[in-house]
């Protein structure tokens, strides 16, 4: 038999770094757990999840390890398994033998027979990598009955490997709940009666968020003509335009000249859209790679369309109270702060303070702040 390489060595390097692709491309994984046999020397490897939160199992990476078996963690029969009850009483971060089939055949004869004897598994050694009220996750390498049981260096291979793949799980885990807070954030917006469109310096729509699909539907005030926008009478596109270009010159120092609003009328509405033109120069809310120096964005609202997000949804992102939401949500519909005070029946100063709260949980230390981070947080730009 090969012998196994030693932990030093640029196999075991580049393992190493194969873990860390993992934990950006789970797809990866199975790449990871092929590479972890070849280093000791393995049958086959499971990488198992156990997420007690969301009350799911499951192997999440593998090599040689068969479909039923898989298939068996997810319906939950992986808790009947022998050496997942073994590795329960392990501590987490130390490498050792797990299973060795002469010491099972007796004790545990359904183990024995329908899982090692069935998957010629002989021997099995592991590592937890965690194990605390949130998850479970150990790794397993797996040897033939003909096969010697592993070795010291074997198990020095999984101590080793044990810091980087804690570490690349927890990064999965943390890009996951970003990739899901993104999406709720999204959906989140997309309520917002507030539209946002982006254009870049030739005055082309690169970026327009659903909202502002329907505003543009409803109200003629401003439309979408040869990829631009425009407003429906001369002298308010004129004005519009002048602060686009207005805008896209701006030094990133002249704070004042940063926003520029106006009204764009329609003679079939009542009520103008209210549009605020404002440079993406300094927005650190605006992550996009397309939100950089030589773009502005129009925020658009229609007075006439209340707003329905829900106190909810914004407590679930940014944790605010029912009372700061309703502040955040009347600051999108354009209220100032007397305004809100009056329409809650509160005084001015209650309002203030929930202002101050709201300024902390989003990060910002500006009204406009507010109303673009609830606008335009991570927009799915072109």
């Not at 898989?70 to 009947?80: C, I, P, V």
């Not at 926008?229 to 335009?241: D, F, G, I, K």
């Not at 329409?343 to 101050?356: C, N, P």
Request: aromatic letters at 6%; proline letters at 3%; hydrophobic letters at 40%.
């Amino acid at each position: 038999m090969e012998e196994t390489p030693l932990p030093t060595s640029s196999a075991f390097l580049d393992f190493i770094g194969d873990i860390y692709e993992a934990s950006y491309r789970p797809a990866h994984w199975d790449t990871v757990m092929t590479k972890l046999c070849e280093l000791v020397n393995a049958k086959s490897s499971g990488l198992i999840l156990r997420d007690y939160e969301a009350k799911t199992q499951c192997v999440m990476a593998s090599h040689g390890v068969s479909n039923l078996v898989k298939m068996s963690y997810r319906f939950g029969l992986g808790k009947y398994d022998h050496a997942y009850t073994v590795m329960t009483k392990q501590e987490v971060g130390r490498s050792q033998h797990i299973i060795k089939h002469e010491e099972v055949r007796e004790s545990k004869p359904a183990f024995y027979h329908f899982l090692l004897k069935s998957n010629d598994i002989g021997y099995i050694s592991g590592i937890n990598i965690y194990r605390d009220d949130e998850l479970h996750v150990d790794l397993a390498v797996h040897r033939a009955f003909d096969a010697p049981e592993f070795g010291e260096r074997e198990l020095a291979v999984l101590q080793l490997s044990y810091p980087h793949f804690r570490r690349a799980i927890r990064i999965q885990r943390e890009f996951q709940r970003l990739q899901s807070r993104e999406q709720t954030l999204k959906s989140a917006l997309s309520r917002l009666s507030m539209g946002v469109i982006v254009v870049n310096d030739a005055h082309e729509v690169v970026y327009r968020n659903s909202v502002a699909e329907v505003i543009l539907r409803t109200h003629s005030g401003l439309r979408i003509e040869n990829g631009k926008p425009r407003a429906h009478y001369a002298e308010e596109e004129r004005n519009l335009q002048g602060m686009i270009r207005t805008l896209l010159c701006v030094s990133q120092r002249d704070v004042a000249t940063q926003h520029l609003a106006q009204g764009l009328r329609h003679p079939d509405h009542n009520l103008p859209l209210t549009v605020i033109v404002s440079t993406l120069n300094n927005d650190a809310e605006l992550t996009s790679s397309a939100a950089r120096r030589g773009h502005v964005a129009l925020y658009i609202c229609d007075p006439e369309v209340g707003s329905n997000v829900s106190a909810e949804v914004l407590h679930d992102l940014y944790q605010l109270t029912r009372a700061e939401a309703s502040v955040a949500i009347s600051l999108v519909n354009g209220l100032g702060l007397k305004e809100i005070a009056g329409e809650k029946g509160v005084s001015l100063e209650t309002v203030r303070a929930q202002l101050k709260q709201i300024f902390l949980k989003l990060g910002v230390n500006k009204q406009q702040d507010v109303i673009r981070v609830l606008l335009g947080s991570v927009p799915d730009m072109q």
